[in-house]
């Protein structure tokens, strides 16, 4: 057997252990599956190539030619392995697709190698024994060429894209092995048969042993990294060395041994600072302490737990949470400490902004209690106040209500007191102006039966008023038709229309039935169109009229007289109100009005006036009660 061939099997045999090793020490993940894959087809192409170099005739040489003409998929599984480890294939949607293009060339490439002698030849190398060569100016074999250095390079160039974007960490350098080991077959290859070839330095051909030995450094990769699998040693150090709470291991001496980056982040200190201190360099006095002088790093069981204060090198304070453990050997002796802690500083500020928190609502609810009983004595006072104000208020109404029954009373007497003696006056000066001959005498007289009747007026309407104001005077309320009522007023008050050559226009509907007391329903209609007539030119029109509003009926009586302005519409109806024009009129008592308005008030309804101003004319409204 020649040193070459020897090689071949010393690798197959090689790869195919790393294979086996890796398959059967991993969880059998996909990758390591894949990585079996790749060993075998090293083990492969390792154990045609040995056969081949080791055939001792031609025969034999090309029946093992033959048999390693697959050798296109060892390149295919060499890309496949690489694009699988950096994970290229998620990536591409359709993995059939991604796959065929991957192998087909593999597919294509056995095919011609096997049937024909269009890629390789066997030859006898310069070293003695058969080995394969190509054959001149074949395209297929060109072809070939290009596509195996093509896929390496693009499998090799994407690892090392990876490796160069890792951050640095046990993957990066599991990365690096492989990349290695992936490189090591293509510059192999590429020097031994491309390269050295064109300035005619035979050596023999490298691809396969550079396969073997990248297998080597995968494998070391995966002896070193775990790279399939990691172990609870491996991920017990990853976790320390990236877990964000402390972890300080001391010896038997409370000195620290071991501590992870993260404690040597937040207190500053480096390693080499910490590592054979006391663990009290890493705490605050005032902890150990505590008033009872308790050591909280004994090196017992006594406490397991507690909140203490790590304490930075610049003698920063940090509030921690810790816990310990003491551990022993096999004989029970004690070894050293575990403690583990965590940093609190969040919960911390958390439970001071409670506390703040907390004595605000106190305070406020302090706060609130004193305001609560403000408010109650307020509450008292004003209680207080009511009842005084209550008291005035009925004593004050006790007042007004009795002054106004005095009034009343005084009116009522007042009244009759004036009403008897006029009652001859009336009577008695008509005779007395009739038998008057003396022209002069008789115009006096005249003026003496005006002011009488003027007189007497005003003494019927006060006596009128004072009977509406009294509460003793009752109505008799009866279903009355409105237009009825209407039609006897102005019957009654036709001269006077006449007279002043007034037109009147009664648009009342007949269906309307009212509540009301006829009698003092007259006395109102009389009042208004008596004021319509008196305060309207001659020739004016009069329109009465009444429209339906739920349970009520509104009267209204417009005329287009000398209307009313705004400041004396809000007087009309107080007594004795007279405007300007009418106030030295001996038709005009200023007492219409407010008598309309405590009839229409004692009828439960309301009376009102608009006008848009003198000379502009002026409608009344009333409302009535509807008859049920
Ligand atoms: P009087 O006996 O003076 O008419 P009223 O109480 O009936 O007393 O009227 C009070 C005042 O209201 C009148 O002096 C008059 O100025 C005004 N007034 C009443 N009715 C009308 C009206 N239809 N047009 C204009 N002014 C009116």
């Not at 100016?137 to 890792?166: C, D, Q």
């Not at 453990?325 to 070894?335: A, H, M, P, R, S």
């Not at 006077?496 to 009698?519: G, R, S």
């Not at 009129?585 to 007492?591: H, I, Q």
Request: aromatic fraction near 12%.
């Amino acid at each position: 057997m020649n040193p070459v061939a020897n090689l071949y099997i010393t690798i197959a045999i090689s790869s195919i252990c790393i294979g086996l090793f890796v398959y059967f020490n991993s969880s059998k993940k996909n990758l390591a599956k894949l990585f079996l894959l790749f060993t075998i087809a090293g083990f492969y192409w390792s154990l045609t190539g040995f056969l081949l170099r080791d055939a001792s005739i031609f025969e034999q040489a090309l029946l093992m030619q033959k048999i390693g003409g697959l050798w296109p998929f060892c390149i295919a599984i060499f890309a496949h392995f690489a694009f699988f480890y950096i994970k290229i294939d998620k990536f591409f949607k359709n993995k059939i697709l991604f796959y065929t293009v991957l192998y087909a060339p593999a597919v294509f490439f056995s095919f011609f190698e096997i049937t024909t002698n269009e890629i390789t030849i066997v030859v006898k190398s310069s070293l003695g024994f058969w080995t394969s060569s190509t054959p001149q100016g074949s395209i297929l074999y060109i072809a070939s060429t290009v596509w195996s250095w093509s896929i390496s390079t693009i499998a090799i160039f994407f690892v090392l894209l990876h490796l160069i974007k890792e951050k640095p960490s046990k993957k990066k350098a599991q990365t690096k092995f492989v990349f290695i080991g992936l490189c090591t077959p293509f510059f192999l290859s590429t020097f031994s048969e491309s390269i050295f070839p064109l300035f005619s330095m035979p050596l023999f051909k490298m691809t396969v042993p550079g396969f073997g030995l990248g297998l080597i450094f995968i494998g070391y990769a995966i002896y070193k990294y775990e790279l399939f699998e990691i172990n609870p040693t491996i991920a017990a150090d990853e976790i320390i060395s990236t877990m964000q709470d402390y972890l300080i291991l001391t010896n038997e001496e409370k000195k620290i041994q071991t501590v992870n980056p993260s404690i040597l982040k937040t207190t500053k200190y480096s390693k080499d600072d910490l590592i054979g201190e006391k663990i009290d360099i890493l705490f605050s006095k005032d902890d150990f302490v505590n008033g009872k002088n308790i050591d909280f790093f004994a090196l017992d069981d006594k406490i397991t737990h507690g909140k203490f204060h790590l304490k930075t090198k610049t003698n920063e304070k940090i509030p921690v949470v810790f816990s310990k453990t003491v551990f022993d050997d096999q004989n029970q002796n004690v070894k050293g400490l575990i403690v583990l802690g965590r940093d609190v500083r969040e919960e911390a500020k958390a439970e001071q902004q409670i506390q703040e928190y907390i004595k605000k609502l106190e305070d406020g609810e302090l706060a609130m209690v004193s305001m609560l009983e403000d408010l109650r004595i307020s509450q008292k006072k004003i209680k207080d106040l009511n009842k005084n104000l209550e008291y005035k208020v009925k004593q004050r109404t006790y007042e007004v209500e009795k002054l106004l029954r005095q009034k009343d009373e005084f009116i009522h007497m007042l009244g009759h007191d004036l009403k008897n003696p006029l009652t001859p006056l009336t009577t008695l000066l008509p005779l007395l102006r009739k038998n008057l001959d003396d022209d002069k005498n008789a115009e006096l007289l005249d003026v003496v039966i005006k002011n009488v009747h003027y007189i007497k007026n005003l003494v019927s309407n006060t006596l009128d008023l004072a009977r509406l104001n009294s509460p003793n005077t009752s109505f008799d309320m009866q279903d009355t038709v409105l237009i009825e009522e209407i039609n006897k007023s102005i019957d009654s008050n036709i001269l006077n229309f006449k007279d002043n050559d007034i037109i009147i226009v009664n648009n009342v509907k007949e269906n309307f039935v009212v509540k009301a007391d006829k009698l003092r329903l007259n006395e109102v209609f009389n009042n208004l169109l008596s004021n319509a007539v008196k305060y309207s030119p001659s020739g004016g029109k009069i329109i009465i009229d009444a429209e339906e509003k739920e349970d009520e009926i509104i009267v209204s009586v417009k005329d287009n007289g000398v209307g009313i302005s705004s400041e004396q519409q809000k007087q009309i109806f107080d007594e004795f109100y007279k405007a300007d024009g009418s106030r030295h009129s001996f038709d005009s008592t200023g007492l219409g009005l407010p008598i309309c308005k405590r009839i229409i008030e004692k009828h439960g309804g309301r009376i009102w006036v608009k006008s848009p101003g003198t000379g502009k004319g002026s409608t009344f409204f009333f409302i009535l009660k509807k008859s049920k």
